[in-house]
């Protein structure tokens, strides 16, 4: 549960004054864009767009606006560039490093009523759709033409957010991640102009990857408003496993092995004791509570998949695994999927009270025991919950703490510091899903070096006013 404190704690710093940027006059002219019911100032809306997951504090808009067109956004947009108020845009809310909160105020501009698919081009295995559209709706509707996009970041987040964050998911490590489906783009760039970047062609080598460069950009370079998304066909088959093991090593090592052995799961995650032990508290279920994966295949036929079962069994065995479940049925794979999609919502019911701060890094598949051991040593002495998309040496460290007080969080943020600093050491990534928001920015000129000054150039060119949400990304 969030703290009450953070808002107080804001107010009594006087961080958030209404007024610092817009007047009644502003308000008036965007009411005459969008509509009077389209524009907000109460202090509800205002409250539930100043904060996302994360334990970083909140900081309050001046005004929420909702779009329903490209053409508004870009008469809004021309609006805040000419009278150089920050604006954030913002999905579903639902990042975990601080990525959609108004670090400096001004204008969070809501795409979630810009929900429209515009067409599915099936034979062409592809979806055009505005920014707000949730994937999940997306793929329930796509699942009528056979087709599905999958990138799963689990939570109910927009397509446009996805983009804008490179989400990725279970899924991960056999369909790749949001930016592997971006085929083309429509954005609003800071001073209003509207580009279409990409195209309908599957493939091309003409010109920059300018779809790789908005992919990703955390809306610090332009506003995404429609989105042409690559399909895939819904899989024949599927075959879940779910398997547990005495130690942590035993448990990661098999990850390594599964992967590099040719096998090619759909997911692999690893989920430690304590994330068992919460799942069971949160789902009332009785899995064990040991380290434990899940592992999902797909494939065209039931024999194709039991002999890759084979395969897998062998390798856990060969690990010491003390259990290996597969040919899980329909409702129990639903049942364990849903299980490791609420898996942060369980942790932070077991502690009530207390934020999370969430570590996202990423490493070499072959380092990943390495990390997982190293991540659990550092953070031996804190309530922490490790897991993770193992497959693609994606880990996830949960620590649960009182930002309050002072010698617990300086402990959460230096295990926090050590682990991910532990993650460049091994040739990887401060952050593999969650984006660089708040919370990586200073993890940012160690992981890139020189290139960290190119990034800022194009920053500065496409934004030289630094109205697109400022504070992010960069130190």
């Known amino acids: 549960m969030r703290s009450k404190c953070y808002f107080d704690t804001f107010e009594d710093k006087g961080e958030i004054m209404k007024g610092d940027f817009i007047s009644q006059a502003d308000i008036e002219h965007l009411q005459e864009i969008v509509g009077e019911e389209r524009v907000s100032q109460g202090t509800s809306q205002r409250e539930l767009h100043s904060h996302d997951e994360s334990f970083h504090l909140p900081r ?9 067109s490209t053409e508004e956004v870009s008469k809004i ?10 604006i954030t845009p913002w999905g579903a809310g639902t990042s975990l490093e601080g990525n959609p909160i108004p670090a400096s105020g001004g ?9 429209r698919i515009l067409e599915i081009r099936e034979e062409d295995l592809q979806v055009d759709v505005q920014a707000g559209v949730v994937y ?17 970041p689990g939570a109910a987040a927009t397509i446009g957010g996805m983009v804008a964050n490179n989400a990725s998911g279970v899924r991960t490590v056999k369909y790749g991640a949001t ?16 580009i279409t970047i990409g195209s309908h062609s599957a493939k091309s080598s003409s010109g920059y990857d300018l779809c790789r460069l908005f992919t990703g950009s955390e809306g610090t370079l332009g506003v995404i408003t429609e989105v042409t998304l690559r399909l895939v066909g819904l899989p024949e088959r599927f075959m879940a496993v779910r398997t547990t093991f005495n130690t942590t090593h035993d448990a990661t090592a098999t990850v390594f092995q599964v992967m590099s052995s040719g096998l090619s799961p759909a997911a692999m995650e690893f989920l430690d004791e304590k994330v068992i032990e919460a799942i069971n508290h949160y789902k009332s279920m009785e899995l064990e509570e040991k380290p434990t994966l899940f592992m999902e295949f797909h494939g065209f036929s039931e024999a194709g998949l039991q002999e890759e079962m084979g395969f897998v069994e062998d390798i856990c065995q060969g690990n010491r695994c003390s259990s290996f479940a597969s040919g899980i049925g329909l409702d129990e794979r639903n049942t364990l999927w849903e299980a490791r999609y609420d898996a942060f919502e369980a942790v932070k019911r077991t502690a009530t009270g207390l934020s999370p701060l969430i570590i ?4 070499p598949i072959s380092r990943y025991t390495a990390l997982v051991e190293f991540a659990k040593e550092a ?12 497959g693609n040496g994606n880990i996830h460290v949960v620590i649960m703490g009182d930002p309050q007080d002072q010698k617990e969080w300086s402990q959460i943020e230096e295990a926090n510091e050590v682990i991910v600093l532990k993650a460049l050491e091994f040739e990887g990534t401060c952050t593999g899903e969650h984006g660089v928001g708040i919370g990586k920015r200073r993890f940012m000129p160690l992981e890139h070096g020189n290139s960290l000054a190119v990034m800022l150039k194009i920053k500065e060119a496409l934004d030289p006013k630094g109205t697109m949400n400022p504070g992010k990304v960069f130190p």
């Open 60 to 68: 309050l808009p001046e005004v929420v606006i909702w779009p329903h």
């Open 77 to 86: 947009i021309k609006w805040v560039h000419k009278k150089e108020v920050p």
């Open 107 to 115: 204008m969070v501009m809501d795409l979630q009523e810009m929900n």
């Open 136 to 152: 999940k709706e997306l793929n329930k509707t796509l699942g009528n033409y056979g087709l599905f996009f999958p990138p799963d």
């Open 179 to 194: 930016k592997d489906f971006v085929l083309k783009l429509v954005v609003v760039l800071p001073a209003g102009e509207v």
């Open 360 to 363: 996202d890094a990423s490493v």
């Open 379 to 390: 953070t031996e002495k804190l309530r922490a919950y490790i897991f993770g998309h193992a």
